[in-house]
């Protein structure tokens, strides 16, 4: 039995809700069918509204369930969808090497995608296609230049030949498991100083037998 196999009997650590974005016809549904149960068809229909899919993986020793939503491209879903970004934490931004336009609109997706999302969200751009190479339309060179321009990771795959698919999703789940643990730190940190500060302040430490007397908003006695 592979190790994914395995984890599904094990509890789940965390959960990771991440969108797929970006216009009708890029592959979006082909690279989440390729990642969760590597799969694809070519017969593939345009999604409606949205739908998703769920992969366990492990990282750093953690079982992660990733809860991938896959929205519509199209124009008249977007009232729908907006609201499936919030309590995303991952994003993968997808754009079609072959297609301009669909490059274009990555700018747009963008703006939406913050509009709705938490400031920190992970997001991943990817140039899918990259099977197509002979009929490219976008140089890897500007999309690189726009990924570290918008502070975003970058690869081009192929949901086809399954290139880079896996990469790029446990690279996004990577990464906010990576901030997840910092702002745990964080937190504690602050936990702890709060701690230390409030038993500056006097905090009650109540010796069982020897519970004070009530003295009206009095916060601290001596023995």
């Not at 345009?46 to 929205?71: C, M, N």
């Not at 002979?134 to 949901?159: C, G, H, I, W, Y």
């Not at 004070?212 to 006695?221: D, Y």
Request: net charge negative; aromatic share 8%.
């Amino acid at each position: 039995m592979s190790n994914l196999q395995s984890n599904f009997n094990q509890k789940i650590d965390y959960v990771f809700k991440v969108v797929l974005i970006g216009d009708s016809a890029v592959g979006k549904s082909q690279l989440l069918a390729r990642f969760a149960r590597n799969e694809f068809s070519l017969e593939s229909k345009a999604t409606i509204g949205v739908e998703f899919q769920t992969k366990t993986l492990v990282i750093d020793h953690k079982t992660i369930k990733a809860q991938i939503w896959d929205t519509a491209g199209q124009e008249r879903y977007r009232a729908v969808t907006s609201a499936y970004y919030r309590g995303s934490v991952g994003a993968m931004l997808v754009y079609d090497i072959t297609k301009h336009q669909s490059f274009d609109h990555v700018t747009k997706w963008l703006e939406e995608l913050r509009g709705h999302a938490d400031s920190n969200i992970v997001v991943m751009l990817v140039g899918n296609k990259s099977d197509l190479g002979t009929l490219r339309a976008v140089p890897s060179e500007d999309a690189k230049e726009f990924a570290q321009r918008e502070n975003l990771f970058f690869m081009e795959a192929s949901a086809l030949e399954a290139t880079n698919v896996e990469s790029a999703f446990i690279t996004v789940l990577t990464e906010i498991y990576r901030i997840l643990g910092k702002k745990s730190l964080i937190a504690n940190d602050e936990a702890e100083s709060e701690g230390s500060a409030s038993l500056l302040k006097g905090t009650k430490i109540v010796v069982p037998g020897r519970e004070p007397e009530p003295q009206g908003n009095s916060c601290c006695w001596s023995s």
